[in-house]
């Protein structure tokens, strides 16, 4: 049994994620999770909310909330959602749980050890009357570019210009409106990420099988320009994970807390830890330490291509660098980017499908067989209205739905709600069988190599293939003539279905399940051999007609959703 840890790019808090961000890493991750357990092997799939940094303090000063608990209720809002996406998540954790803050307080400390920190001076905004240090997005002022009233310190959002807070004319804090700003000393620390070129540019070429656009992405980081820079891990923040040195104070850093980018992808390793303390599982170092039976884990991460250079770099050089055995990456499954409609998601503007809303239309298993059998993996995908139609009518409703229908409803109105017994499969079975074979080796192989479309691609002809064979074998014709041999076709159909359920079941797992329901004493698990499982269940076992699995959707639901989700939500 092979052991695969699994982990997906970890959401931001702030507000409700549109249909691009859910097909760039969590479900194509949730595909191959579950497939990955359907073939039997022990799988730990996390994936959690990413919770420190400004944005999360202005989002909760937004809604008028504390921060802890701005994220603690976002957190069940986005857990809410995943569930109903059927994200099988085994654990959906938080960065800012105390397990990651010990963690990364741990890996810091590990880091300075090894001489792979710096501190540096540098001069910051500093607000009297808030008493604190102000990022970038906490200063606002006049553009000296363009006369805008509400520049900030980082960027005009009039003219585009990229600012310094120093840049701007009568500059206030956006916290307490004070005027009374000034630019003061504070330290950081610098994760010395130029001395780990060498060691990452190593580890990097003994990666095998890794896709180009992922290596080019690394490779481009590491040796473009001045090559490989060092970054600041610390920020003047109150929200994060105070700045310590393992479990001591590290002094000149009070009331600093860690940059969100340093801690968040240690808490892919702090989520199992809350795994474990959740009850959920026993041990997770075995899933994470190569001293400690890690070594025989297959590790694949899932993203979008914008955070490559993080999982090729920045991570595995703090785990590199701890000089602790780890275990890294194995492979890195990135994404390009979905469109809508001609342009992009725009979660400012309300343009596009956010996943709350989608789900309020329609259940999971229409957005899944969408979003993963058109999912941006070469190049960009977009999303039109009339596409989604007609994929879920001719694939999901055509194909698949009026196939299970069909042959169940014929099945209990000749025979009734049994298996019928009689008649034996003759050459147009063994042709379809041998068809079959061939095309679940396929579609297994590319869902070993993560090719979602082209497995996607299989999967339908899989199905394509029964409904061919129902047509050609024309039951109703036959058993006017010849009812043993209706009954041998009908048997062979039925037997399709958990076969298809099975198959079908990493894609659209409700849908699965109903199928599987249609046929209760059917053998349970992946088709090992073909034959084997069209052979079962036998005459007699019980059948019961499922209700309609997909509704074809209409031009007038096509035309109201467009209007509605063309982008006015606040
Ligand atoms: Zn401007």
């Not at 994620?17 to 073939?39: C, E, I, M, T, W």
């Amino acid at each position: 049994m092979a052991r695969h840890l699994i982990t997906s790019a970890i959401p931001y808090i702030n507000g409700i994620k549109h249909l691009g961000n859910l097909v760039g890493s969590q479900l194509p991750a949730d595909l191959f999770a579950r497939y990955q357990r359907a073939r039997g092997n022990e799988v730990l799939f996390l994936c959690a909310t990413d919770e420190h940094g400004t944005p999360a303090e202005l989002a909760a000063a937004k809604a008028g909330q504390p921060v802890a608990e701005y994220c603690a209720e976002m957190h069940q809002v986005q857990s809410r959602i995943a569930e109903g996406f059927r994200l099988s998540f085994d654990h959906f954790g938080r960065s800012s749980s105390p397990q990651n803050h010990a963690l990364t307080q741990h890996f810091a400390g590990r880091l300075a050890e090894a001489g792979l920190i710096r501190e540096v001076s540098e001069t910051q905004m500093y607000s009297k009357a808030d008493g604190r240090f102000l990022p970038d997005r906490y200063i606002e002022g006049t553009c000296p570019n363009c006369g805008f009233d509400s520049a900030r310190g980082d960027q005009c959002d009039n003219c585009t210009k990229q600012l310094d807070p120093v840049d701007l004319i009568n500059p206030h804090s956006t916290i307490s409106g004070s005027t009374d700003l000034e630019m003061r000393e504070t330290k950081h620390l610098y994760l010395c990420q130029s001395k780990m070129k060498d060691q990452l540019e190593e580890w990097i070429d003994t990666r095998v099988g890794w896709p180009v656009l992922t290596t080019s992405i690394a490779k481009k980081w590491l040796t473009d320009g001045d090559g490989l820079q060092d970054r600041g891990i610390t920020r003047d923040l109150d929200w994060g994970i105070p700045v310590k040195r393992g479990d001591a104070d590290w002094p000149g850093m009070e009331g600093k807390v860690f940059y969100v980018w340093f801690d968040a992808p240690i808490e892919y390793i702090a989520c199992a830890q809350e795994w474990v303390d959740a009850g959920k599982g026993p041990d997770w170092e075995r899933w994470w330490r190569t001293d400690k039976g890690a070594d025989d884990v297959t590790y694949t991460q899932f993203m979008g291509k914008d955070n490559v250079p993080f999982h090729t770099l920045g991570f595995p050089a703090t785990i590199l660098g701890s000089g602790e055995p780890w275990k890294l990456v194995d492979f890195i499954k990135s994404f390009n980017y979905l469109n809508y409609e001609g342009g992009q998601f725009s979660t400012s503007r309300g343009r596009g499908v956010f996943m709350d809303q989608a789900l309020e239309i329609l259940p999971a298993d229409y957005w899944r067989w969408w979003l993963l059998s058109h999912a941006p993996e070469s190049s960009d995908s977009e999303f039109t209205w009339e596409n989604f139609q007609a994929s879920v009518n001719k694939d999901l409703a055509d194909v698949l739905g009026n196939f299970v229908s069909r042959v169940t409803k014929f099945c209990r109105s000749k025979f009734g709600e049994i298996v019928p017994e009689g008649g034996s499969y003759g050459p147009q079975e063994e042709a379809l069988i041998a068809e079959l074979a061939e095309r679940l080796r396929t579609y297994e192989a590319q869902m070993e190599a993560i090719e979602v479309r082209k497995a996607a691609q299989e999967l339908r002809a899989i199905w394509v293939a029964g409904n061919e064979y129902l047509q050609a074998s024309a039951p109703w014709a036959a058993f006017k003539e010849d009812p043993e041999r209706a009954a041998a076709i009908v048997r062979f159909s039925l037997n399709l279905i958990p076969f298809y359920a099975a198959l079908s079941s990493p894609f659209i797992p409700d849908a699965a399940e109903a199928m599987a329901a249609a046929l209760p004493d059917a053998p349970v698990g992946w088709p090992e051999d073909v034959a084997t499982a069209l052979s079962a269940p036998t005459g007699g076992a019980a059948m019961q007609v499922p209700d309609n699995l997909f509704r074809k959707l209409t031009d007038e639901d096509v035309d109201n959703w467009k209007a509605r989700y063309a982008g006015v939500r606040s």
